[in-house]
């Protein structure tokens, strides 16, 4: 059973527009979220982190986002930009457990 | 800069062969982990470990073990591997809090033949 899905297996937006990716989580409990992005052939690297006690934690062009109620989490850039072309993964740190979801494949068109 | 460093990038391996992954940090991070990639189920964790000798189980221990006798080098048991256990092993770092920054190494790509 899957604790943290991102629903959409890809994703493709143009240079310079914002791109949200999404991710929905089950568990409950101490809670903290983190994105992290991968690019081929390289392991993944931390993006942004938010806690269960803020909604919204921006970092540049990377802003997250928490919906406690709707346990649902989303990352916004903007602006895009061609190296942000990714795999993006959302994790979910509740009790000692890491749950990553299985990423969101994200291309920039220039 | 933190490195994160795996001692194989391809690994094949037959079914039955007893299976060791390397890990190595060199930031003096107290804990480290095990995960798995694989197509449409993400990252999973194995096993981690937050100090030396120490080790908590993840989501699929089932099938591998882990050893931490010095605190820079966390390496992974395949005790028998099977082919189900053909897949992308990566191993990451983080300083202290579960909640802290994970770094990742490369990663190793097995396949159990």
Same mark, same amino acid.
């Given at each position: 059973?899957?604790?943290?899905?991102?629903?959409?297996?890809?994703?493709?937006?143009?240079?310079?527009?914002?791109?949200?990716?999404?991710?929905?989580?089950?568990?409950?409990?101490?809670?903290?979220?983190?994105?992290?992005?991968?690019?081929?052939?390289?392991?993944?690297?931390?993006?942004?982190?938010?806690?269960?006690?803020?909604?919204?934690?921006?970092?540049?062009?990377?802003?997250?986002?928490?919906?406690?109620?709707?346990?649902?989490?989303?990352?916004?850039?903007?602006?895009?930009?061609?190296?942000?072309?990714?795999?993006?993964?959302?994790?979910?740190?509740?009790?000692?457990?890491?749950?990553?979801?299985?990423?969101?494949?994200?291309?920039?068109?220039? | 800069?933190? %490195?994160?460093?795996?001692?194989?990038? @391809?690994? *094949?391996? +037959?079914?039955?062969?007893?299976? =060791?992954?390397?890990?190595?940090?060199?930031?003096?991070?107290?804990?480290?982990?095990?995960?798995?990639?694989?197509?449409?189920?993400?990252?999973?964790?194995?096993?981690?470990?937050?100090?030396?000798?120490?080790?908590? %189980?993840?989501?699929?221990?089932?099938? @591998?073990? *882990?050893? +931490?006798?010095?605190?820079?080098? =966390?390496?992974?048991?395949?005790?028998?591997?099977?082919?189900?256990?053909?897949?992308?092993?990566?191993?990451?770092?983080?300083?202290?809090?579960?909640?802290?920054?994970?770094?990742?190494?490369?990663?190793?790509?097995?396949?159990?033949?």
């Amino acid at each position: 059973d899957q604790q943290v899905k991102q629903n959409s297996p890809s994703l493709s937006v143009q240079e310079g527009r914002i791109s949200i990716l999404n991710c929905d989580y089950t568990n409950s409990m101490f809670d903290y979220f983190l994105w992290y992005k991968k690019y081929p052939a390289e392991g993944p690297t931390f993006l942004i982190s938010i806690s269960s006690i803020k909604d919204k934690n921006e970092d540049g062009r990377f802003t997250v986002f928490l919906n406690k109620s709707a346990k649902h989490l989303s990352l916004h850039i903007v602006p895009s930009q061609p190296g942000d072309s990714a795999v993006y993964f959302c994790a979910h740190l509740t009790g000692n457990q890491f749950y990553f979801g299985t990423g969101t494949s994200l291309t920039v068109i220039p | 800069d933190v %490195k994160v460093t795996q001692s194989s990038r @391809y690994l *094949v391996k +037959r079914t039955g062969e007893k299976v =060791f992954l390397e890990c190595v940090q060199d930031m003096d991070h107290e804990n480290m982990f095990w995960y798995r990639q694989d197509p449409g189920l993400g990252l999973r964790l194995i096993y981690f470990s937050y100090d030396v000798k120490m080790k908590e %189980k993840g989501d699929i221990p089932e099938g @591998y073990s *882990v050893s +931490r006798e010095k605190k820079e080098r =966390f390496s992974l048991i395949l005790e028998s591997a099977s082919t189900n256990q053909t897949s992308m092993y990566l191993c990451a770092s983080s300083l202290q809090g579960l909640e802290e920054t994970q770094y990742f190494g490369p990663g190793t790509r097995l396949l159990v033949l």
